[in-house]
């Protein structure tokens, strides 16, 4: 196996690095540890700066195919009560809102993107050996088999 680039994990931030390296002319290799995405205690709310640099990266719509939802703004409110209302469109950088999205959702999508593209993937991927050896007189030495 000859891979210009492999990333450990298949997460938004993998799964779009390894996109974009691919796109860029790039053999990429994702090793992912999980065959199947599971719902963990995650944000699920991109806030307005980061859909515009998911939509920046042609995200978005693949997102939103999925299940992603934009609200067209905040509302705050206390006691149960609706007490401020903020534009989304009006009142940020680029008029972007927030999307909200189902996180094991949002995984599968970017990583069978990222598949789309020409990324190898390799599900179920898991460390069989780790070590660190560090201390006085003594080189540091991190090694993983995949």
């Not at 000859?2 to 691919?22: K, M, Q």
């Not at 940020?92 to 990222?114: C, F, K, W």
């Amino acid at each position: 196996m000859s891979f210009d680039a492999i990333t450990v994990g298949g997460g938004l931030a993998g799964s779009t690095l390894s996109a974009e390296l691919v796109r860029a002319g790039h053999k990429v290799l994702v090793l992912e540890r999980e065959t199947q995405f599971k719902d963990r205690v995650r944000g699920e709310n991109m806030v307005p700066w980061g859909v515009a640099a998911a939509r920046r990266l042609g995200l978005v719509d693949d997102l939103t195919a999925v299940g992603g939802h934009q609200p067209p703004c905040w509302i705050t409110y206390v006691l149960g009560n609706p007490v401020s209302r903020r534009d989304l469109h009006a009142t940020t950088p680029h008029g972007e809102v927030s999307l909200n999205i189902y996180h094991p959702d949002m995984q599968e999508a970017l990583l069978e993107r990222a598949s789309a593209l020409g990324v190898e993937v390799k599900r179920g991927a898991k460390s069989r050996q780790r070590r660190l050896r560090s201390g006085p007189g003594s080189k540091r030495d991190l090694r993983a088999r995949w």
